[in-house]
Structures are given as C-alpha cells and as structure tokens.
C-alpha cells in the first residue's frame, strides 16, 4: 500500500553537499538516494520546482517551497521549459543534487554560519518524518505583547482610538473584504502557467501597458472615481468594518487548523492591502491600522507557535520530555524546526507587492529567533531601509509603527539603545519624506480629498506618538538632541513637537528651557497651538527634581520669556490652560512671590473676560489652577500663609462657585481635605479653614462646592458614591475651625465658636440626604460644647461671659436635641442621645439632661435589635478561642454573643453611669429613670433571639449593672464630684426613706440574680450535647465569679461613717454584713461545685476550643478566690477600725477559711 506522510519538510543539507527531496511516492531515509551533480545549463530544481508543487499542495502542513530570491521570478518563462522537461523525463525521484562550486543555497542564505556549521553534524544523522499537529499538554511560547512592554500600552491605547472614529463611515471597494475573493499574491503561478504558450505571456504584458497609458494620459487634476469604481465602492459602520475583519481573521484561524497554510497567508496578504488604500476613506486609516495590525498578531503568532512545536518535537514527531525553554537560543533548535523557519521566510520573500510583504515578515520577526541569535538590529534595520520604498508618507508612517511596535518586545526589553536607533532612523525618514511631500503633493493631495491640514495631521498624530514613544525608553541625551536638530530642519510640525517634548520628557531640556522656548515659537501652527506646548513644557519641567537656576538661559529667564507669550493670549481657554500649568510649575520650582503675579494676572484676565467666553472648560481649568494652589499650599508654608488668605485667590475661589461641573467641584474638594501639610500651619498637621473673617471666603466657598457634590446625589447613585461624597464632606467638616487657644484671644475664640456653630446649622441643612453627616455634625457639636465647658473651668474670662458661654452650651444641646432624632439608624440614634445626656449632664444643664436621658430611655424601649443586625450588618461574633480577657460581658458572653446585642449593653452601661451622678428631678419619685430604664430593657425590649443562652446572659448582666448602681446610692458620698451637679448622694442624703428604698432594690436585685444564674442550668436550647452544657455551665461560673467580685467591695464600711450613729443603723448595716459574709460564701460554694464538674469532664466529649474555654474558668474561679479571701482577712484585721462585732469577725473569719478550703483538684 502506498503511504503518503501527512507532512514532509524539506532538510537542511550541509555547505558542500545539498539535498533536497522531490515528489516520491513513499518517504525514504536519504542516505538510501544518490547524489548527482548538474549537466551543463541546467538549473537547480531547488529554485522554482518545489515551490510550483507546493502551491498544489495547500493541504499540506507546511510549505515545502524554498525561495530565496525574488529576482528568480523573472527568470520564470525561461525554467519553465526546463522544468517541464525535468518533470516529464519519466521516474518520481531523480531529485538529489549536488551544487557546484558558485550555486546559491537559498536554505543557508539567512542562517549564521554557527546553524550552518551545526547542520554538517547533524544533517548524517536527521532523518525526514512526519510531524504532528500541537500535542493537548503542550504550551508553546507565545508570541505576544508582554505587560509593561510599549506594545502592550499601545493594545490598551487602541480601544480609545477605535472609540474615537466609532460614529464614522467606511468606504471600501466591495471586494476589498471577501474572504472567498483571494487572489493569487506570490511571486510564482502553477506549473500549468509556465506550459501555455508565450503569446498569452505577451498579451497580458501588452494589457498591462496599456492600462498603464491610459492612466498616464488622464487629466491629473481629474481625480473623481469613474463609473466603475462608484459601483465597486460601498458605505459601512464601524462595526460592520471590525466584523468583517473580525471574519477575515476568524477565517485565516479556521484555514490554519485545517492546514491550509496558504491560504491563511493569502488572507493575512489581502488584509495587509488594507492599508495601501488611502483614498478611499483617508480619514478611518488609523482605525483600519489597528485592525489590520491585529489580524496579523494573531498570524505571526500561530506561526510562532507552530516553529515552537516543531522544536520541541524529535525526528519522529513525539514531543521531546522537556519541552523548549521561554529563553531558548538558535543552537538549540533542531533541524525540522529551523527548515520549517525558513520555508516560511522564503515565501514571504515572495509575495509580489512590496508592502504585505513587509507586513506579513514584521509580523513573523519573532520567528527569526530560531534561526540566528543577536541579529535583530541588523534585521529591523533592513525592514526599516525597505519601507522607503513606499511612496505614500502615511502607509509609511504606519509601517514604520508597525515596525517599532513589534521590534519593541524584541529590542526593547534587551537592547534598547538598539531600538532608539532603529526607531530614530525610521523618524528622520518620516520627518524627510513628509517635508518633501509638503512641499510637493500635499496641497493637491488635500484638495482631491476635500481635508483640511489639521485634520491631515491628525491622522498621523498616533503613529507619531507611539514612534516616539518607541524611541524614548533607550534615549540618550545626544539622540535626543540629534532627532530635535533633524525636526528643526525638515518638520518644523508643533503636532511633531507635542510629542517629542510629552515622551522623552522634561530631563533631556530642563537644563536648558529656553532653548524649548524657541522651538514652540518657530513651530508651524497644526491641531497642536502653541498655547497648548507652553503648558505641556511646563507641566513636564514641574516633574523633575530641578531645572536651571537663575542664569542666563536658566528658569526664572524661562519664566518670565514665555508668559509675555501667553499673557498675550486673547482665547481665554488656552490662556487657562497654560495658567494652571506654570502655577504648576511655580508650585515645584519657584517662590510664593511668583505664585502670586500669576493668580493676579488670572484674576484679571477672568475679570475682562465676556460671561459667553467663560465655558464649562474654563471653569475646569480654573479648578485646576486652585488644585495646585492649594497643594503648594500643603507643600510650603509660605504658600498657604500668603497665598490661602490673599485677596486674588479668594477672588478666584468666588469666580468658581458660580459655575462648575460636579467633577471638577469634587476635585477642587478634595484637594482642601486631602492629604496633610508637609510643614504644618498647627499641631494638627492638617489644613484648617477659617470660619470667620475676611478668610473665611474659602470655607463658604467649599461649602457651596460641598452643596453641589451633594445635590448631585440622587435616587440612582451607586453606593460607591455615596461613600465618597461622605467622605469628601466629612473631611471639610472636621477642617472646619483655625483659632488657637495659645494665641487667639477669647473674644476672638468666643466669635469662632459662634460662627462655627452657625457653620454647622447650615450643613445640617444643607446635607440632608447624607446620614452619616447628620452624625458626624451631631459628634461635632458635643465636641464643641465640652470644648466651651473646658473654658468655663478655667475661668476664662468675665462672669458675663461665662454667661453667654452658658447659653452657647445649651443652644449646642438643643442643636443635638433636634438633629440626633432625624437619624434613621437606631442603634446610632441612641448613641449619640446617651452621648448628649451625658454632656448635658457634665455642662450642668440639668433640664436638657433630663430631657435626653428620657428621650434616651424611650429609644431603648422602642429599640428592635433585629433591625440593628440588619443595619449593621451579618457580622455575628460567633465562637473564638480567645478567652483571655474580661470585658464589660465577659469572656464566655461575649464570645457567644451577637454584634448588636453586645453594643446596646455598652451603651445601657452608658446610660447607667449617666444616672449614677444624674439628681432625680421627680419629688414624688427618686428612682423614675432607674425604673424606667429597668421596664425598657428588662420588660418591653424584645432581644435578638440568637440563643436563649445568651438572652440569659444579656438579663443577668443587666441586673449586675442595677446592682451596681444601687451598691454606689447606698454610700455616703459617690465617689468624685462632678462640679455645679447635686446629685443623688446631695439631695438625699441622710433620708431614711430614701436608703431604705435604696437597700431593698439592692437585697430584691441580688437575690433576682442568683435566681437568673442558677436559672440558666435549663438553657440548652434544646440540644443535650455536652458541649452546649459547658458552655452553660462555664456562664453560670462566670457570671456568678462577676456578681461575687462586683458585691465583696460593698460589704466594707465606709470609713467616713460617725461612730456616733445610731444602735438601729449600725445593726442594721451589721445584719446586712453577715447577709453578705453568708451570700459570697454561698457563691463561691456554687462556683466551685460547676468548676469541678467543668473540669472533670470526659476528653473525649470536649473540643480544644472547650478545653481552652475550661481553663481560663477555672484560673478566673482561684484568682477570685484569693481574692475574696484576702480581702476579708484585711477586713479581720481592721474589725476595730470598722466596730465589728464578735459574730462579725466570726463570720468573716469563718469565711476565709472556707475559701482556703474550695481550692480546685
């Protein structure tokens, strides 16, 4: 049976001996064949023979024709005798041959002499087989753009330029995007075209002159398309032109995984003549670039890849164990891989017109890294010498960026003064070709296509641009300085200026500035005015560390060289543009004095300028300009001493709150309350706006700026903005307030606080929409108040004016009294009710305090923990490991205790602290808030229902806190005074009933909680597991442990109580000691019953976290011990000190040696 190969590669033969295998039948090793030299005038079947056979074999998985000059062409209609001749003599394999001394190999023609060397070793031992398709497990190489590599930027770049021309109509010829319509684009015909006769040869060379007259003898100026060509033309969107290239490139895919590699190149040939249309639709052309250039990425890499898989295969086709490295060189790819290489080289050398081919070879340069090693310079340099032969100066120009883009990745990374040189000389051609094309053809050029200059221009400005670009990263001083000097004497172009100044950057002209000063003004005008370079100048000189000094030629020259330039500026626009560039620029590099001739030029220039001159853009460039007013301002303090407060930016600041886009408003915002000062104006660090006076225009101003970032909120804003708005205001707040207490006098103090409270009002009214400023201003303004209540400590000042600080306290009360209820959020509604209760109640006003803690206690009757969970969030705390630490609830509550239910017991702990020093105002009842606030918690407030555990715990620490509460009522005197506040221990002391009513609360609330604790055994919420019952048992110890050290202190004495008392107190004081001597050993008993059964548990029913758990109980239940004990021993020894009598000592003794006694085993 006859067996064809799927694929067969031509070999690489040696230096002196050359082997090429024709058609045969079946594949054979070649040391089987014969070599046999030329007879005399016979040509090498090499040259054309097996590239005519290859153009029959589409099928086939690579090309097996091998051409190395195109000149052989021409040479066709004499081999084709010849070739025919060979091809009929009968047999199918005469084919091995040997070259003369002087015969041109073209498989040696691109490969270093290191491969030819290589391939006379090894061309004895290869053997020619078939080679298989990508293996699944494989990854080849990619030939792609790498991040951070210039052809990376620019594939992020394109989206924006295709974005730029998405509204635009494409003209294209009909056939022009066919993908079935591919023409035949090598430099060879089919076999069959040599063996007509040499008549057709000539009539087809007697049309072609022909149509080549008729076109030399048309009118030139006539350039209107004929009849033939309107029909031929067609209209399409944008999209329909990026889906038809999409198809092209989609079917160019398709043809390469089903092996027909030529007519995928044929495809990539077609989309490259693409871009030798400039007539049609010249001003789409960057847009078709963009598309072309992406059909040809993908080309070259699908080739890329397939060289890759070769090299990473042996003889055989199975893929070697370590598949080729990501840094491979030349010498190591084998000889299937390096043939494969150059067959493709070779017929890209035969493409019949110039620019695909040299579109469809850039799009291959990476493959030649399998074929030589270090010779990329040389190869770019040869691609870029055979552009110049393009005549069309943009087509040029985009290959020429074709060119750098894809040399980058190969030069850039490894050599990339290399690719400067490369990239700079593709410039000086473009800058030489396109003067020349001014001078000559441009004029003509634009009126046959009805275009204006600027709009010409603007179709190379990104070629341009990304040329430069390609250049800058390996540029020295003197290239830059070589390609100005060939701009200065071929383009001239500001559009060309733009981008050599924006790209290399300011450190190659900022030790001579005025030297740029001359170029903008002898630039010729383009779509880039001149206004526009000063500002781009001085924006890149403000980006360097330094530029000239004061020298001739130096910055200050600079300076003031080019604003007698802008100054004269009639378009406000462009005078704004350049404005808030150099006071960019001064910000970097100059004094405040600078700064300040510059925003009184601008003052003026704003002055005279018409209200229909003064547009959105303007306005705009006027933020900016405070945008960098106000970051000097933060860099030196010169600047925000002179300039925050002078007349000229306070008249800009009002010139920008007439009109301004939201965007802007936001910037110039957070340019204020931003950041912090480099060399602070106060101890702050922080920019502090003046609220009164001639300087307080800024903050007005910001608060109109503030309104406007705020009214721009609505029903649609995304929580994101939300949040920067919330951000943005509240930062300008806090900033809000200058004067400070060492150095400004109290009537100056006094008015400051004034005027910041009416701030303060008018932001509450402003910024309604915004909840977390209603609590932000509500904080402020308690802050405010304690910061007043502070001053009247001091006794600042006359009783008339502690007087009115008084009132500006209570007015700060009433500010809190009537914003704290429009909160929406409870759980932070009742924060800051219980924060303002207790200002009030420290500022001494006591009906504002009483007012609140009533307004407080209904909150928490009111108060649903649900909706607090919801609020704030699923942010549960569930169980740790972490038991080390005693809080308000201790360890086992809180670890088991939802996030909600643990902030409202801190704030009732709050509140219970407020009501410790609050005077009852109600004769009839001195306990009205503690009752109240017990029904609201204990009785009317609904828990969250997380466990009833913890529900427990929540009651149990509630009542600890009342316990609390009334053990501190039953002294003499509370500890600490708060000043001008009678409280509780004033008005009633020494009232019977009172302390009598006082003792029964704290008897009927302890025995409440030793019921609650022991109540908590039958919790386990209906799961029996012995975890669960440990961690029952554990809060019941804990709590208990908490209850015994909250109630041993009460049992002392206070030592200031009269001896002379009566027998009725002092029995009664006694009686309630021996009570308490029995209540704690009782505890203690309790606790060291559940710690031992907690201790004694089984391992195998406790978990490490419950071990952890069991631990730290066990060590809080022996340092309470000790404790307790210790303390009733001092007690003991004190009984003289405090009367105790006989049975009292008894007890107290008995006590302590129980304790020694419920040590832990």
């Given at each position: 049976m006859t067996m064809m190969a799927p694929e067969r590669e031509p070999l690489v033969a040696t230096q002196t001996i050359k082997w090429r295998v024709g058609e045969r039948q079946v594949p054979r090793s070649r040391h089987e064949l014969v070599a046999r030299g030329l007879m005399s005038k016979e040509t090498h079947p090499l040259a054309l023979a097996a590239t005519f056979s290859a153009l029959n074999q589409p099928e086939s998985d690579d090309f097996k024709a091998v051409v190395v000059d195109t000149s052989l062409s021409s040479l066709a209609s004499s081999l084709g005798d010849s070739f025919s001749r060979r091809k009929s003599g009968g047999g199918v394999s005469p084919e091995l041959v040997v070259l003369q001394d002087g015969d041109v190999d073209p498989l040696g023609a691109l490969g270093s002499s290191d491969s030819i060397m290589r391939s006379k070793s090894e061309s004895v031992h290869s053997k020619t087989t078939a080679m298989s398709d990508v293996q699944g497990n494989e990854k080849p190489i990619k030939a792609t753009a790498m991040p951070n590599t210039i052809k990376f930027k620019w594939k992020e770049h394109t989206d924006r330029l295709l974005a730029k021309y998405a509204d635009h109509t494409f003209k294209i010829k009909a056939s022009m995007l066919e993908v079935n319509d591919l023409e035949n684009e090598l430099s060879f015909a089919p076999k069959s075209d040599y063996q007509k006769a040499d008549d057709q040869a000539e009539v087809s060379v007697i049309k072609k002159t022909r149509a080549r007259l008729e076109q030399l003898e048309r009118d030139p100026d006539n350039n209107s398309p004929s009849p033939e060509q309107d029909e031929k033309t067609i209209e399409i969107s944008q999209s329909q032109y990026v889906a038809k290239v999409k198809e092209m490139q989609k079917r160019l895919i398709a043809s390469w995984e089903q092996n027909h590699k030529v007519e995928a190149l044929r495809i990539a040939i077609k989309c490259v003549k693409l871009l030798a249309d400039t007539d049609t639709a010249p001003q789409l052309y960057p847009c078709v670039f963009v598309l072309v250039s992406e059909v040809l990425d993908a080309f070259g890499k699908l080739v890329f890849d397939r060289i890759h898989t070769r090299a990473s295969e042996d003889e055989n086709g199975q893929p070697h164990s370590e598949p080729l490295g990501e840094h491979f060189m030349s010498s190591d790819i084998n000889i299937q891989a390096t043939e494969t290489c150059r067959n493709w080289f070779y017929k890209t050398a035969c493409i019949r017109e110039l620019l695909p081919r040299i579109y469809i070879e850039i799009a291959l340069l990476g493959c030649y890294r399998f074929l030589c090693d270090g010779e990329y310079p040389q190869i770019v340099a040869r691609l870029s010498n055979m552009i110049k032969g393009v005549g069309e100066p943009m087509v040029a120009l985009y290959a020429r960026l074709y060119l750098a883009l894809t040399s980058s990745e190969l030069l850039g990374t490894t050599s990339p003064t290399e690719q400067t040189i490369v990239v700079n000389s593709s410039l000086f051609d473009y800058f030489y070709v396109f003067n020349w094309f001014r001078q000559n053809k441009l004029e003509r050029w634009l009126f046959s296509h009805k275009m204006e200059y600027e709009d010409y221009l603007a179709l190379h400005s990104p070629a341009v641009e990304w040329l430069v670009k390609c250049a800058a990263p390996g540029a020295t001083q003197d290239t830059f300085d070589t390609l100005l000097a060939h701009y200065q004497e071929y383009s001239f172009s500001s559009m060309v200026l733009k981008h050599l100044c924006e790209c290399f950057g300011a450190k190659f002209y900022a030790s001579t500035p005025t030297e740029m000063l001359e170029l903008i003004r002898t630039a010729s005008p383009s779509l880039v005015s001149k206004c526009h370079l000063y500002s781009l100048v001085a924006v890149q000189l403000s980006n360097v560390s330094s530029i000239a000094d004061n020298e001739p030629g130096g910055k200050l020259q600079f300076l003031n060289d080019s604003w007698s330039s802008i100054t004269s500026q009639e378009d406000i626009t462009q005078y704004m543009e350049c404005a808030a560039a150099y006071m960019k620029l001064i910000v970097a590099h100059f004094l405040h004095r600078e700064a300040l001739i510059l925003l009184k030029d601008v003052v003026r220039h704003l002055n005279a300028a018409t209200p229909e001159e003064l547009t959105a853009k303007t306005y705009n460039l006027l933020g900016?300009?405070?945008?960098?007013?106000?970051?000097?301002?933060?860099?030196?303090?010169?600047?925000?001493?002179?300039?925050?407060?002078?007349?000229?930016?306070?008249?800009?600041?009002?010139?920008?709150?007439?009109?301004?886009?939201?965007?802007?408003?936001?910037?110039?915002?957070?340019?204020f309350v931003g950041g912090r000062l480099k060399k602070s104006s106060d101890r702050s660090g922080t920019l502090r706006l003046h609220v009164l006076g001639p300087k307080a225009a800024v903050a007005h101003t910001l608060l109109v700026v503030c309104c406007r970032v705020h009214d721009a909120l609505d029903s649609l804003s995304t929580a994101s903005e939300r949040a920067e708005a919330n951000r943005d205001i509240s930062a300008f707040i806090t900033r809000l307030g200058y004067i400070n207490e060492t150095t400004g006098s109290d009537r100056a103090q006094d008015e400051e606080q004034e005027a910041l409270l009416m701030l303060y009002t008018d932001c509450r009214r402003a910024f309604y929409k915004l909840e977390p400023i209603k609590m932000l201003l509500s904080s402020m303004v308690l802050r405010l108040a304690m910061h007043v209540h502070k001053r009247i400590g001091a006794s600042v000042g006359s009783k008339k004016r502690t007087h009115a600080r008084r009132n500006f306290i209570q007015s700060c009360l009433a500010f809190a009294h009537i914003t704290i209820p429009s909160i929406e959020a409870p759980l932070e509604k009742l924060q800051l009710m219980v924060a303002a209760a207790n200002v009030a109640l420290v500022t001494n006003c006591i009906p504002q305090m009483d007012a609140l803690v009533k307004a407080a206690i209904v909150l928490l009757a009111d108060l649903d923990p649900n909706t607090i969970r919801v609020f704030e969030g699923d942010s549960i705390l569930h169980a740790s490991n972490s038991f080390g630490a005693v809080g308000l609830f201790g360890a086992v509550g809180v670890n088991r205790m939802s996030n909600g239910n643990g902030q409202i017991l801190q704030i009732i702990a709050q509140l219970m602290s407020v009501l410790v020093y609050a005077p009852s105002l109600n004769d009839e009842d001195a306990f009205y808030f503690v009752s109240a606030l017990r029904k609201a918690v204990l009785e009317r407030m609904k828990w969250t229902p997380i466990s009833r555990l913890e529900i427990g715990v929540v009651r149990v620490r509630v009542l600890l806190m009342l316990v609390q509460l009334y053990a501190l009522w039953g002294q003499r005197s509370l500890p600490g005074r708060l000043d001008g506040v009678d409280s509780n221990d004033v008005l009633y002391g020494g009232d019977g009933p009172f302390t009598h009513e006082v003792q029964t609360r704290f008897s009927s609330t302890v025995e409440e909680v030793a019921r609650e604790i022991e109540a908590l055994g039958e919790l386990n919420d209906g799961n029996d597991r012995a975890e669960n019952t440990q961690r029952v048992v554990a809060a019941q110890i804990e709590l208990m442990l908490d209850f015994v050290n909250l109630v041993v202190p009460v049992l002392e004495y206070d030592g200031s109580f009269p001896i002379e008392e009566a027998a009725s107190r002092q029995g009664r004081r006694h009686k309630k000691l021996r009570s308490g001597v029995a209540l704690v050993r009782k505890c203690m008993a309790y606790s060291h019953e559940k710690a031992q059964s907690l201790k004694q548990a089984k391992p195998m029913e406790t978990?490490?976290?419950?071990?952890?758990?069991?631990?730290?109980?066990?060590?809080?239940?022996?340092?309470?011990?000790?404790?307790?004990?210790?303390?009733?021993?001092?007690?003991?020894?004190?009984?003289?000190?405090?009367?105790?009598?006989?049975?009292?000592?008894?007890?107290?003794?008995?006590?302590?040696?129980?304790?020694?006694?419920?040590?832990?085993?």
């Amino acid at each position: 049976m006859t067996m064809m190969a799927p694929e067969r590669e031509p070999l690489v033969a040696t230096q002196t001996i050359k082997w090429r295998v024709g058609e045969r039948q079946v594949p054979r090793s070649r040391h089987e064949l014969v070599a046999r030299g030329l007879m005399s005038k016979e040509t090498h079947p090499l040259a054309l023979a097996a590239t005519f056979s290859a153009l029959n074999q589409p099928e086939s998985d690579d090309f097996k024709a091998v051409v190395v000059d195109t000149s052989l062409s021409s040479l066709a209609s004499s081999l084709g005798d010849s070739f025919s001749r060979r091809k009929s003599g009968g047999g199918v394999s005469p084919e091995l041959v040997v070259l003369q001394d002087g015969d041109v190999d073209p498989l040696g023609a691109l490969g270093s002499s290191d491969s030819i060397m290589r391939s006379k070793s090894e061309s004895v031992h290869s053997k020619t087989t078939a080679m298989s398709d990508v293996q699944g497990n494989e990854k080849p190489i990619k030939a792609t753009a790498m991040p951070n590599t210039i052809k990376f930027k620019w594939k992020e770049h394109t989206d924006r330029l295709l974005a730029k021309y998405a509204d635009h109509t494409f003209k294209i010829k009909a056939s022009m995007l066919e993908v079935n319509d591919l023409e035949n684009e090598l430099s060879f015909a089919p076999k069959s075209d040599y063996q007509k006769a040499d008549d057709q040869a000539e009539v087809s060379v007697i049309k072609k002159t022909r149509a080549r007259l008729e076109q030399l003898e048309r009118d030139p100026d006539n350039n209107s398309p004929s009849p033939e060509q309107d029909e031929k033309t067609i209209e399409i969107s944008q999209s329909q032109y990026v889906a038809k290239v999409k198809e092209m490139q989609k079917r160019l895919i398709a043809s390469w995984e089903q092996n027909h590699k030529v007519e995928a190149l044929r495809i990539a040939i077609k989309c490259v003549k693409l871009l030798a249309d400039t007539d049609t639709a010249p001003q789409l052309y960057p847009c078709v670039f963009v598309l072309v250039s992406e059909v040809l990425d993908a080309f070259g890499k699908l080739v890329f890849d397939r060289i890759h898989t070769r090299a990473s295969e042996d003889e055989n086709g199975q893929p070697h164990s370590e598949p080729l490295g990501e840094h491979f060189m030349s010498s190591d790819i084998n000889i299937q891989a390096t043939e494969t290489c150059r067959n493709w080289f070779y017929k890209t050398a035969c493409i019949r017109e110039l620019l695909p081919r040299i579109y469809i070879e850039i799009a291959l340069l990476g493959c030649y890294r399998f074929l030589c090693d270090g010779e990329y310079p040389q190869i770019v340099a040869r691609l870029s010498n055979m552009i110049k032969g393009v005549g069309e100066p943009m087509v040029a120009l985009y290959a020429r960026l074709y060119l750098a883009l894809t040399s980058s990745e190969l030069l850039g990374t490894t050599s990339p003064t290399e690719q400067t040189i490369v990239v700079n000389s593709s410039l000086f051609d473009y800058f030489y070709v396109f003067n020349w094309f001014r001078q000559n053809k441009l004029e003509r050029w634009l009126f046959s296509h009805k275009m204006e200059y600027e709009d010409y221009l603007a179709l190379h400005s990104p070629a341009v641009e990304w040329l430069v670009k390609c250049a800058a990263p390996g540029a020295t001083q003197d290239t830059f300085d070589t390609l100005l000097a060939h701009y200065q004497e071929y383009s001239f172009s500001s559009m060309v200026l733009k981008h050599l100044c924006e790209c290399f950057g300011a450190k190659f002209y900022a030790s001579t500035p005025t030297e740029m000063l001359e170029l903008i003004r002898t630039a010729s005008p383009s779509l880039v005015s001149k206004c526009h370079l000063y500002s781009l100048v001085a924006v890149q000189l403000s980006n360097v560390s330094s530029i000239a000094d004061n020298e001739p030629g130096g910055k200050l020259q600079f300076l003031n060289d080019s604003w007698s330039s802008i100054t004269s500026q009639e378009d406000i626009t462009q005078y704004m543009e350049c404005a808030a560039a150099y006071m960019k620029l001064i910000v970097a590099h100059f004094l405040h004095r600078e700064a300040l001739i510059l925003l009184k030029d601008v003052v003026r220039h704003l002055n005279a300028a018409t209200p229909e001159e003064l547009t959105a853009k303007t306005y705009n460039l006027l933020g900016a300009l405070i945008e960098n007013v106000v970051f000097g301002a933060k860099q030196h303090y010169d600047f925000f001493s002179k300039l925050i407060p002078s007349t000229s930016f306070l008249a800009l600041m009002g010139m920008f709150k007439r009109e301004s886009s939201v965007d802007v408003a936001k910037k110039v915002l957070r340019a204020f309350v931003g950041g912090r000062l480099k060399k602070s104006s106060d101890r702050s660090g922080t920019l502090r706006l003046h609220v009164l006076g001639p300087k307080a225009a800024v903050a007005h101003t910001l608060l109109v700026v503030c309104c406007r970032v705020h009214d721009a909120l609505d029903s649609l804003s995304t929580a994101s903005e939300r949040a920067e708005a919330n951000r943005d205001i509240s930062a300008f707040i806090t900033r809000l307030g200058y004067i400070n207490e060492t150095t400004g006098s109290d009537r100056a103090q006094d008015e400051e606080q004034e005027a910041l409270l009416m701030l303060y009002t008018d932001c509450r009214r402003a910024f309604y929409k915004l909840e977390p400023i209603k609590m932000l201003l509500s904080s402020m303004v308690l802050r405010l108040a304690m910061h007043v209540h502070k001053r009247i400590g001091a006794s600042v000042g006359s009783k008339k004016r502690t007087h009115a600080r008084r009132n500006f306290i209570q007015s700060c009360l009433a500010f809190a009294h009537i914003t704290i209820p429009s909160i929406e959020a409870p759980l932070e509604k009742l924060q800051l009710m219980v924060a303002a209760a207790n200002v009030a109640l420290v500022t001494n006003c006591i009906p504002q305090m009483d007012a609140l803690v009533k307004a407080a206690i209904v909150l928490l009757a009111d108060l649903d923990p649900n909706t607090i969970r919801v609020f704030e969030g699923d942010s549960i705390l569930h169980a740790s490991n972490s038991f080390g630490a005693v809080g308000l609830f201790g360890a086992v509550g809180v670890n088991r205790m939802s996030n909600g239910n643990g902030q409202i017991l801190q704030i009732i702990a709050q509140l219970m602290s407020v009501l410790v020093y609050a005077p009852s105002l109600n004769d009839e009842d001195a306990f009205y808030f503690v009752s109240a606030l017990r029904k609201a918690v204990l009785e009317r407030m609904k828990w969250t229902p997380i466990s009833r555990l913890e529900i427990g715990v929540v009651r149990v620490r509630v009542l600890l806190m009342l316990v609390q509460l009334y053990a501190l009522w039953g002294q003499r005197s509370l500890p600490g005074r708060l000043d001008g506040v009678d409280s509780n221990d004033v008005l009633y002391g020494g009232d019977g009933p009172f302390t009598h009513e006082v003792q029964t609360r704290f008897s009927s609330t302890v025995e409440e909680v030793a019921r609650e604790i022991e109540a908590l055994g039958e919790l386990n919420d209906g799961n029996d597991r012995a975890e669960n019952t440990q961690r029952v048992v554990a809060a019941q110890i804990e709590l208990m442990l908490d209850f015994v050290n909250l109630v041993v202190p009460v049992l002392e004495y206070d030592g200031s109580f009269p001896i002379e008392e009566a027998a009725s107190r002092q029995g009664r004081r006694h009686k309630k000691l021996r009570s308490g001597v029995a209540l704690v050993r009782k505890c203690m008993a309790y606790s060291h019953e559940k710690a031992q059964s907690l201790k004694q548990a089984k391992p195998m029913e406790t978990s490490t976290s419950q071990v952890q758990m069991t631990t730290w109980i066990c060590r809080y239940f022996d340092s309470m011990r000790v404790y307790v004990a210790v303390f009733m021993q001092g007690m003991s020894k004190r009984s003289a000190g405090l009367r105790l009598d006989a049975s009292s000592q008894q007890a107290v003794q008995g006590l302590a040696e129980a304790l020694n006694n419920l040590a832990l085993a």
